[in-house]
């Protein structure tokens, strides 16, 4: 089972770039790296998935290096609404490390300062 | 294309009540999961469910806890004789396949008084 380890929390100011870091060392050869924001009183929802090198989309990028063995989540010019808890998840397509299930670690609690 | 729904949004029970937390997954998934993320802590799963079947629930308490996902209807989240640890907001999600992306409702936030 792949372990993940991110800061706690971070803090930012509107219009800065914010990179989140993930560590999974023991990450397998068939895992992806999922992300999942949840802002206060509502359920996560899925940001982005790579597996390897670069993966962009509309809302952020995720940088992955050659070993794979962590991952950084890059939102570009953050706004207050970017306020939110970020988790990073090992594991299938569907980010699961065993049979369906996400397993959530405590992620990373980000402040948008104006 | 509705996402997945949950109801209620609130839910206030006294203890020693039943309290029963529903989930409509969006069209077209037929993959059910059950979350709970209690005060200030990260979410913990419960339940997986395909219709009318439990696939794994190693993540349930082993009283007073039941899920079904029935051939019609919404799946059900089901507490009996709830205590006051029972206080938390309970997440469902949804996914077509197995191996794909976990869709999540707005969660239910239960209250035992």
Not at chain 2, 21 to 32: A, E, F, I, N, Q
């Amino acid at each position: 089972l792949a372990k993940t380890t991110q800061p706690i929390s971070m803090d930012s100011y509107e219009g800065q770039e914010v990179n989140i870091t993930c560590s999974h060392n023991n990450i397998a050869t068939n895992d992806y790296i999922t992300w999942y924001q949840q802002f206060p009183s509502q359920g996560p929802r899925f940001i982005i998935q790579g597996y390897k090198t670069k993966v962009t989309n509309e809302v952020a990028s995720l940088f992955i290096p050659a070993d794979r063995k962590s991952s950084t989540l890059s939102l570009p010019r953050v706004s207050l609404s970017d306020t939110a808890v970020y988790y990073c998840l090992v594991g299938d397509r569907g980010g699961s490390s065993n049979t369906g299930k996400l397993i959530f670690g405590q992620g990373t609690t980000l402040q948008v300062k104006p | 294309n509705a996402g997945v729904m949950q109801n209620p949004r609130h839910l206030v029970r006294r203890r020693g009540q039943e309290a029963r937390l529903r989930c409509s997954p969006m069209k077209g998934h037929s993959h059910v999961y059950w979350y709970r993320q209690l005060p200030e802590e990260g979410l913990k799963f419960m339940v997986y469910l395909q219709k009318e079947n439990i696939i794994d629930e190693s993540g349930m308490p082993k009283e007073r806890f039941s899920a079904e996902f029935p051939k019609e209807g919404p799946s059900i989240l089901r507490i009996q004789q709830v205590v006051r640890g029972d206080s938390a907001a309970y997440f469902c999600a949804s996914s077509r396949q197995e191996v794909e992306t976990q869709y999540f409702g707005p969660g239910t936030r239960l209250l035992v008084l």
